[in-house]
């Protein structure tokens, strides 16, 4: 089974367990590398993000375990940026600002402004119902629409190495609004996927919806997998874990559907670069 994760979050973001009680999970696990990825900061008022004054610490906080934990296991820092057109943007500044080994960009947020964002995330479905309504007026292709057009300009405008459940768009619809295999909504995954491709970004496979029962599937869906690989996409498998018993939930199973679809490696970060690796 697959011995790192490269997207796990701490106290210093939304995540509910400290860094060491991570590490030290990841170590008793037989983990080679651990990478640590919060949210990155945002100009306004955020439960779920670094807050603005405590980047230094939270790089500081990696710096000191990556020395401590040296020779038991290797510590990555990252961080998992939120792409709001004209509000986070410059990723590849925030990288070089911090030193950070990887980026993972994500959309959690759509909009353009901090009084109109549509929330498409979190374990509730009522801030994605209300959204779709206040700013589309309901109409769910509009609102998927402005989600992956979102991502396609943050694949075309942005530097960064992992892109982040690219298809977390359909988890609060919760099949409400509209199914996978409807030919619109296919065509503007297949977009998204083309512009990965152009841009050699890697996708993670993320189990996080299987364990926290918010969708019965990876994000992306296994049922995108072989177009991926088609595509000569690379992936890695991520639990995006917030918790530290979560590290390697369901990774067996994301294994398993990667080489259904013809995958034989994934990726990961060592020795300052990306490395294929075995499944």
């Keep these: 089974m697959q ?20 590490i030290e999970e990841a170590i008793r696990q037989g983990m080679h590398t651990l990478g640590f990825s919060d ?15 405590k980047n230094d610490e939270y790089v500081a906080h990696l710096k000191e375990s990556k020395d401590r934990y040296s020779g038991k296991i290797d510590i990555l820092s990252s961080m998992e940026m939120e792409f709001i057109p004209g509000i986070v943007v410059d990723f ?8 950070l080994d990887y980026l993972i960009g994500s959309v959690h ?8 964002l549509w929330f498409i995330d979190g374990k509730s479905v009522e801030p994605y119902d209300e959204g779709l309504q206040k700013y589309f007026g309901g109409d769910i292709k509009k609102g998927v629409r402005a989600y992956f057009d979102q991502e396609n300009e943050m ?12 298809d977390k768009v359909k988890m609060n619809s919760r099949g409400r609004y509209f199914q996978e295999d409807e030919k619109w909504y296919r065509d503007m995954v297949f977009e998204t996927l083309d512009l ?6 890697i996708v993670e496979i993320n189990t996080r919806g299987l364990y926290k029962q918010r969708y019965n599937g990876f994000y992306p869906s296994a049922w995108l997998l072989p177009r991926m690989r088609e595509l000569d996409i690379p992936v890695v498998i991520s639990s995006d874990a917030h918790q530290y018993w979560e590290l390697t939930y369901f990774f067996k199973e994301a294994e398993e559907a990667l080489r259904n679809a013809g995958y034989k490696a994934m990726m990961c970060f060592r020795n300052g670069k990306w490395e294929a690796e075995e499944l």
């Design 3 to 22: 011995h790192f994760n490269l997207h796990t979050h701490s106290t210093y973001s939304d995540g509910k367990s400290p860094m060491e009680d991570t």
């Design 39 to 53: 949210h990155s900061s945002v100009p306004f008022d955020s439960r779920v993000s670094i807050p603005m004054d």
């Design 92 to 99: 590849d500044k925030i990288k070089d600002k911090y030193n």
């Design 109 to 116: 947020l759509v909009g353009k402004s901090p009084d109109t």
């Design 155 to 166: 694949i075309e405008t942005e530097k960064f190495d992992i892109i982040g459940h690219f």
């Design 196 to 201: 990965i491709r152009q841009h050699d970004l």
